[in-house]
């Protein structure tokens, strides 16, 4: 080859190199989570995007003090969690979880048969709409409020024991939807309990919902869990502030 | 019969909730058996298909039933893909959105709109119908985006949040007439004001929408309930 051929190769070559850089740079996608350390429902949106394994950066928000983006981008709620993908924002947990399953197929978080979807989705509602109002309520209340509330959670509770119906997880054999919407439950039980001093989720009454709590224990799951001696005294706060308002009311 | 078995839908004609898969059904030309509720006592078909809600609407396909409106809906559009038009957008961004609205429309809009009914005295009431007015002047910002100039939010065709939506037109009629409002005010919400009509017009829509006399007069009845002294 001569000199200059040999030029022109390694410049064409050069040149083929940087375009296919450019290209990947173009292909990664932008994946950003806001969330904060304790919210329960960011949680969500981290274990579904690292069961499909995607890559993604965390932003964490200060709520007493909201970044400028997240007012941006979530306008109606102001909330965490918001996902950002290429530029768009997605907001409220399960929504973005849908929307995680739709854009990245690989790892399907919901069934496919649409019964059994339609079941998924019921549940996750049951959850948020039900069991965890009616935990958080019987956490941080007292006397007859926290009577009432505790017999409703564990109405609730015996309703999901009969969902898990033998499985290992909600979603059958592997983590799914119904999992990482109700997993809030595997370790915000075990905050309440060592606080409040309740037995709120016993092996005798609820033997599948304790195995099936050990799901925490996959490490793409503990992973995320948020620091156990900072959620402690973030909920102690909390029930204090809610003790005092209904006292001085 | 419907591909896959029978359809039946537990249901009352008053309930929007109800007349969200009843839009669904009729989009995709399904035919169904509505089985209504007597109001003021619950069925033991009802206790039995949905025991955790006991509330209406479910859908019962092939004796297996769904509950929640919106859920069912999407059931709806996922059970039956290629009959009449999708219900649900296809891009996922898009999907996401009209489920943001139809989450927002359940727990904050319509809730606001019942607590104008609800609101003792005139300082709450007028406060309640403030809640009202934002939520639709949002929901128009979102018509206009979602829409792009097309007659539903949907689209060319009904689609998930005109059903999300639409569904409480009725209540909607109801509460200007009872509390001489207008919500669907032609000068601050012209978008949606013209796409209501269009929404009622629709083949889909216009034999479950109940007239809005009747359903007045089954208001008062509910109100008297709700004001009556509880029993001795």
Known sequence: MTKYKKACFIKGSLQRLRESYDQSNDMAEEVKLFKTLSSPFALRVDWALRLKGIQYESVLEDLSEKSDLLLQYNPVYKKVPV?????????ESLIILEYIEETWKQDPLLPQDPYARARARFWAKFGDDKVLPSLWTAFISEG???????????????????????????????IGYLDIALGWLANLITVFEEISSLKLVDGERFPLLLAWMEFSDVPLIKDCWPPHDKLIPRFIARRQVYRMKSSST | MAKGGEVKLIGGWPSPFVMRPRIALNLKGLEYEFLEEKFGAKSELLLRSNPVHKKIPVLLHADRPVCES??????????????????????PYDRATARFWAAYIDEKWFPSMSGIARAQGEEAKKAAIDQVVEGLSLLEDAFGKISKGKPFFGGDTIGFLDIALGCFLGWVRVTERTQGLKLLDQAKVPGLAKWAERFCA???????????????????????????????
């Open chain 1, 83 to 91: 996902l950002l993908h290429n530029g768009r924002s997605i907001s």
């Open chain 1, 144 to 174: 007859k409020e926290q009577e009432a509330a505790l017999a409703e959670a564990s109405e609730n509770l015996q309703k999901l024991e009969g969902e898990l119906n033998g499985k290992k997880f909600f979603g059958g054999d592997n």
């Open chain 2, 70 to 91: 919106l859920v069912i809906v999407q059931y709806i559009d996922e059970a039956w893909p290629s009959s009449g038009p999708s219900i649900l957008p296809s891009d």
């Open chain 2, 202 to 232: 629709d083949s889909a829509v216009k034999g479950v929408m109940p007239e809005t006399e009747k359903l007045a007069e089954f208001a008062k009845l509910i109100m008297a309930k709700f004001r009556a002294p509880p029993p001795q």
